[in-house]
């Protein structure tokens, strides 16, 4: 048992997940679920995502020693000012948004005195949502990266990572800025080119795709409110993604309209000679 | 049983698939794999892809029914040659290959009174490779696209379709123009940008690759000769496919730069509804 309350705000397919995750490890003896909507919370409920739940934010972190702040990102600094008025010092604060620095910044300020906060972000996740696809197992095998800053309590950073590794989470510590630079390019500018591919098809081309097409841009059905707050929260990062990789595919596109077999080749050899290692590293790392 | 013998040029993921299916469904009395070294033609008899195989492409194409080039593209017109010369007139040739236009005038040339020619597009397959990965039902559910030139015999045609819906495809017939200008966008195009993004990432950004990032490049690990091969023969519609995409992700990136959330929004929303509707279409035509 690592916490006597956790509450959850925003229980959603990760909030959820996280949920089920701690009460089928028994990681916590009382896990509360704060949403909008009853119906949601309490399909989250009978899912086994959490103890019990309420549409009442202050009530529901009231006493709890861990608050998840599980809401999309352009929420995240508004239900955190609202638990902030709520909750007591010793409080561990975290949230599970894909952007860390501006997050951090603003929640760093807004816990100052108040609790103790850290930020984390599971890369764990679907372009399916809700607690309705909530699985107590989503987080083993993932990656949950923690950031820490000149405010962040070092015991607070340990009890959530602890967390994390407790529902099957590999753990990693870097820089706000750190995260954000490397998610740009690992997660929010796939996000951003699988979107633009399907923009681009027509309907007589969409007749002719199959798996590659389905894969390649799998991600592009994700909630566009979530990952419209994403880009614009990491958007330094993200442009600057936007512009590698247009320098890429400009200079794919020089070597294919020179007909350059040798060049074309090599660009092509070396992707695919990196994507080979790194599913390598990948299942060795998570064999099944 | 619609053919007596079918010779099966180049015994890869692909044509060790169709091998296999043909043999499974009693679709051929005989089919004969060709290829370049007896160890891998040994593994593909074992696997059940063909019944005898030889590596002398004269002996292997003779009093065959059908004969189906399943080389990489770059190979296609070579055998096509080799195959010419050993074939009796009433023969039908057809091939795998993922273009068509350059592939359909050059091979229409090269059978022209020596045999009847069928242009084939079956859109599946994977990142694997070769006929050790080859699997019987790997057509189910499929399409094959199936290109008609002012050179293509009619009951050919049908033939060919017959035998692509006996194994499982559904089939579809447009020129060969079409066919390259639907399947660049469709397939070529995702697959030069799956690999553009592995190439900007750098090894700590890996690090931080989770599923989303596996999907989205997972077309990036396919063999480099055969898609090098693809690109140059489909280039003029696949540079058409990398301009609208870089029109697009610039777009794109004026509205993060601007924080035009309303613009972005509506960029993301639209391609998470057109995903999720070609999804349920799919899902609709191949239910499982």
């Not at 989250?44 to 608050?67: H, M, P, S, Y």
């Not at 860390?100 to 108040?114: M, P, Q, Y």
């Not at 764990?124 to 699985?135: D, F, H, I, L, T």
């Not at 590794?165 to 820089?175: L, S």
Request: hydrophobic letters at 40%.
């Amino acid at each position: 048992m690592l916490f006597q309350k956790v509450a959850i705000v925003g229980v959603g397919l990760i909030g959820g997940s996280l949920g089920a995750a701690l009460r089928s490890r028994k990681l916590a003896a009382e896990v509360h679920g704060i949403g909008y909507r009853t119906t949601t919370l309490e399909q989250a409920k009978r899912r086994g995502c959490i103890d019990d739940f309420t549409i009442d934010l202050g009530e529901g972190v009231r006493n709890a020693e861990l608050v998840v702040i599980a809401t999309p990102v352009s929420l995240i600094e508004k239900k955190a000012r609202e638990t902030a008025e709520n909750i007591s010092p010793n409080c561990i604060v975290t949230d599970v948004g894909s952007t860390k620095k501006i997050i951090t910044e603003r929640l760093d300020a807004v816990f100052s005195g108040k609790a103790r906060f850290v930020g984390s972000h599971p890369m764990a996740g679907s372009e399916k949502r809700g607690a309705v696809n909530a699985a107590a197992d989503l987080f083993e095998g993932a990656l949950c990266i923690l950031t820490r800053t000149p405010n962040t309590d070092e015991n607070a950073l340990k009890a959530v990572e602890e967390m994390w590794r407790e529902v099957g989470a590999a753990t990693t510590v870097m820089t706000p800025g750190e995260h954000d630079r490397r998610v740009a390019l690992a997660s929010h500018l796939p996000h951003v080119v699988a979107a633009s591919l399907v923009n681009i098809e027509n309907d007589s081309s969409l007749e002719c795709a199959a798996t590659g097409f389905a894969d390649a841009t799998r991600i592009a059905a994700s909630d566009p409110k979530l990952w419209c707050g994403i880009c614009l929260d990491n958007a330094e990062e993200i442009l600057a993604g936007i512009d590698s990789l247009s320098e890429e595919l400009d200079s794919i596109r020089t070597l294919i309209k020179k007909g350059d077999e040798r060049g074309l080749f090599e660009k092509l050899r070396r992707a695919s000679d990196r994507r080979r290692a790194w599913e390598q590293e990948r299942t060795r790392q998570n064999p099944e």
